[in-house]
């Protein structure tokens, strides 16, 4: 036999001994869910704008009053010259428990209401929320019995895709647990064994 005719026959071989791609035999399905933080802290950058000619640290706190903001919470003053106005920036960062969140975002939306029409004051703030350890923990343990239901569910439907029937759980992935404002986002993916369906038995047999 000839080398050539000899890799042929070779080929043939492991086409039909099972070397072949065999089909899947799990199917992985990725699930999120959200729930509430509630442990953690959030950090609350704010900026007071002050044009007029007597602007001074005590008006700022004044007008920041029942935010947190105070002399030990101030990061910086900046004053520059725009149009011929002296600006002064006043900037604080404020720490609160989550607990404290929705009063202190309130009482800052409240300040910039009332300093809309003002032609000299103006308040900007952003946040970040920092979850805790317990926030963590709390969030995948309440998370997890109902990612597990919506990714059998999920898996289902893959494995009727492939015309496998599903089986049993093979692995969990370590769930992944995103900060997003006062919520966390807990993501995990569950991977299923997959099987051929049973043939139905032939009842003349």
Request: hydrophobic letters at 45%; zero cysteines; a negative charge.
């Amino acid at each position: 036999m000839t080398k050539l005719g000899m890799s042929a026959a070779l080929l043939g071989f492991i086409a039909t001994s099972g070397f072949a791609a065999s089909p899947p035999r799990t199917v992985a399905a990725t699930v999120s869910t959200t729930v509430p933080a509630t442990a953690g802290a959030a950090t609350f950058t704010i900026q007071l704008l002050d044009a007029s000619l007597t602007a001074n640290l005590d008006g700022a706190l004044s007008a920041l009053q029942d935010t947190g903001a105070s002399a030990s919470t101030l990061t910086g003053i900046v004053v520059s010259v725009s149009q011929g106005l002296i600006l002064t920036q006043y900037n604080f960062s404020v720490r609160v428990p989550a607990s404290e969140f929705a009063a202190t975002r309130d009482r800052l939306l409240a300040i910039q209401r009332s300093l809309q029409n003002s032609t000299s004051r103006a308040v900007g703030w952003s946040t970040v929320y920092t979850p805790g350890d317990e926030d963590l923990a709390n969030a995948v343990r309440e998370a997890m019995p109902g990612l597990m239901e919506r990714a059998r569910a999920k898996a289902e439907v893959l494995a009727a895709q492939l015309e496998k029937k599903l089986g049993g759980v093979q692995a969990i992935s370590a769930p992944e647990v995103v900060s997003s404002g006062l919520s966390l986002l807990v993501t995990a993916t569950v991977t299923y064994e997959v099987a051929s369906p049973e043939a139905p038995s032939d009842p003349d047999q």
